[in-house]
């Protein structure tokens, strides 16, 4: 098998470190060579933070280059904008159409651009989600990331049984089924 390339971008405290261990364990259990690569802006600020994903047979290097991403998940729009660049022609951008504001533009120095989706949509497969209102509904703000991870993994060739599986084996004890709940929510979206 050719190697494949994810790429998941977000902000400090969005949980994409998680995310990628989730998606780490699944190429794992499923015989993959894996290789993970995070790059933290000023994450614990709510900066930027990319986190690579490629398996396949033998994977040499862990970092995505551009123009090379079969998968771009993106936690936040600005950060699906900063980042599309990295999908490959037929990749797909799944994005949590939420808004947080980055320092220069919580400042004043600039501004949030407008219409980031559909603007995306022009160019790249674009799916796209509110998981903070999904997971608010659910009664739980902080899974909206396996709520997008959910969406995303209808994209990939894994099982349900196995997300489910691998999100045990990885979650708090005490979170499996509420992290269950919101990948099947996101996986049927």
């Known amino acids: ?7 998941i971008v977000g902000v400090g405290g969005q949980g994409t470190l998680l995310t990628s261990r989730i998606l780490g ?22 900066g930027s933070v990319v986190t690579y994903v490629r398996y396949g047979d033998k ?9 090379c991403a079969d998968v771009l998940i993106a936690f936040e729009r600005l950060e699906a904008l900063r980042y599309a660049h990295f999908l490959k022609k037929n990749g797909v951008l799944i994005v949590n ?5 980055p320092m220069p533009v919580v400042t004043g120095a600039a501004q949030y651009p407008e219409n980031i989706l559909e603007n995306l949509a022009k160019e790249y497969k674009v799916y796209s ?8 509904a659910m009664g739980n703000a902080k899974v909206f990331n396996i709520i997008v991870l959910g969406l ?6 894994f099982t ?13 004890p005490k979170t499996i089924d509420i992290n269950k709940a919101a990948f ?5 979206f």
């Open 1 to 7: 098998m050719e190697t494949k390339n994810i790429m």
């Open 25 to 46: 364990g699944i190429m794992l259990s499923a015989g993959y060579d894996v290789k993970l690569s995070e790059v933290h802006g000023m994450a614990q600020r709510g």
């Open 59 to 67: 994977v040499a290097e862990p970092i995505v280059e551009e123009g």
């Open 97 to 101: 159409d939420q808004r947080i504001d």
């Open 129 to 136: 989600i509110d998981a903070q209102k999904e997971a608010l």
């Open 152 to 157: 995303a993994a209808q994209h990939m060739d």
């Open 160 to 172: 349900e049984e196995q997300w489910l599986k691998v999100i045990e084996e990885t979650v708090p």
């Open 184 to 188: 099947i929510k996101g996986f049927k």
